[in-house]
């Protein structure tokens, strides 16, 4: 929700897919969730540029082995930074910008396949809560969007807003949101993003 308060014309965008696809008078479905591609695609750049655990459970090497030519003999302990991966120039094109469109024709997915981008940890220690998480996710958040306008306290702008990360098990804000939702006229909205 900060990604998307912070860019309005991201928020425009989510909102109006949300309305297009719903429609007048219903609540938002998991159902809903396959056609709603933007949505997705900033549900995925937000868990690249803000994952929620900076790192998965640790690992223990099997025996020794060679990596990228550095020696790892058996036993060590090894900890995978997936925040820091997430903002690797080498893996992301402007890796420090919020940016959902590098989601919307791509293949890359949190299921762990794609190393460059394992949110949830990847192999048998993936996390067990995803299909939950996928769901639950997409839908809170577009229920958020559709349902509320978000006005930020007083005398802070989007242009302001500390974004920064306080890295620990678990990833957080460093400075907490602050807003007001306000109830937005779903009727109203849905006839004013249907028609343009």
């Known amino acids: 929700m900060s990604e998307l308060i912070r860019n309005p014309e991201m928020m425009k965008m989510a909102k109006a897919e949300i309305s297009e696809v719903v429609g007048h008078g219903k609540k938002m479905e998991e159902s809903d969730i396959e056609n709603l591609p933007y949505l997705r695609a900033v549900v995925k750049e ?4 803000h994952p929620p655990g ?10 020794d082995i060679e990596v990228m030519g550095y020696s790892i003999p058996k036993g060590t302990l090894v900890l995978v930074n997936i925040w820091g991966i997430g903002k690797d120039p080498s893996s ?3 890796p420090l910008s919020f940016k959902p469109e590098r989601f919307l024709n791509s293949a890359i997915d949190y299921r762990g396949q794609n190393f460059e981008y394992i949110p949830f940890g990847a ?3 993936i996390c067990p809560g995803l299909p939950l998480a996928e769901q639950m996710i997409h839908v809170m958040r577009g229920s958020l969007v559709r349902s509320f306008d ?3 306290e007083k005398g802070l702008i989007p242009e302001t807003m500390d974004m920064s990360d306080k890295v620990r098990f678990s990833l957080r804000r460093a400075v907490p949101l602050k807003v007001i939702p306000m109830p937005v006229d779903l009727a109203a909205n849905d006839e004013i993003f249907c028609s343009s």
């Open 46 to 49: 937000t868990l690249r540029f």
């Open 150 to 152: 978000w006005v930020l």
């Open 123 to 125: 192999g048998r220690r």
């Open 92 to 94: 992301w094109d402007d």
């Open 54 to 63: 900076a790192f998965p459970i640790p690992r223990t090497v099997t025996q």
